[in-house]
């Protein structure tokens, strides 16, 4: 069975792995957890793709330059505007690939536990491949807690990295 991968987190991936001339570390400014949830409100927009599958091609370079401004403040440690965009993506796509598969349900329907484990497969996979992935995974309970959304965790592997801040979330998952 293939993975259903949101092709706005495939491209977010391949286009901040083609802007880096190396591998980039987390900036210290993004360690705190909650700093990187509050990034994620100001980036989370289609990247390409709509929500009805058609590439926005007029809306790219736009969302790409809205990702390079929002980073500034955020990481101000980078001073390569391409890094902190490829920062940007790179956590983003981790975020929101673990965020949709840890939600209740997707536009596409109920997640289950046996959807969540198939797709923690390929996540954590990448997660275990590039920390910047994994810091973006740690943070997608704080930042459904933080838009109000409840989570389940069933069929998550207990060593993921979505797992690391749950215990910050009211109530558990």
């Known amino acids: 069975m293939t993975l259903a991968v949101d092709p706005n987190m495939a491209i977010a991936l391949s286009l901040a792995n083609g802007l880096t001339q190396g591998s980039l570390e987390l900036p210290s400014t993004l360690v705190p957890v909650d700093a990187r949830v509050e990034l ?5 927009k289609p990247l390409l793709v709509d ?3 058609a590439a926005q091609w007029e809306d790219f370079g736009s969302q790409l330059r809205a990702i390079a401004e929002a980073s500034a403040s955020q990481m101000p ?3 390569s505007e391409l890094d902190r965009v490829a920062v940007a993506l790179t956590l983003w796509s981790g975020c929101i690939m673990a965020a949709e598969s840890i939600a209740m349900e997707t536009r596409s ?4 536990s046996t959807g969540r484990a198939q797709q923690f497969t390929l996540i ?3 997660a275990r491949q590039n920390q910047l992935f994994s810091a973006g995974v740690e943070a997608a309970p704080p930042f459904k807690a ?3 959304e409840e989570i389940s965790l069933d069929g998550v592997p207990y060593t993921s990295p979505v797992r690391r801040y749950v215990d910050r979330i009211q109530g558990g998952a």
């Open 40 to 44: 994620m409100p100001q980036i989370d």
């Open 51 to 53: 929500v009805n599958g």
């Open 77 to 79: 440690e980078l001073s």
């Open 109 to 112: 329907g109920e997640n289950t």
């Open 124 to 126: 954590d996979n990448v």
């Open 146 to 148: 933080a838009r109000g």
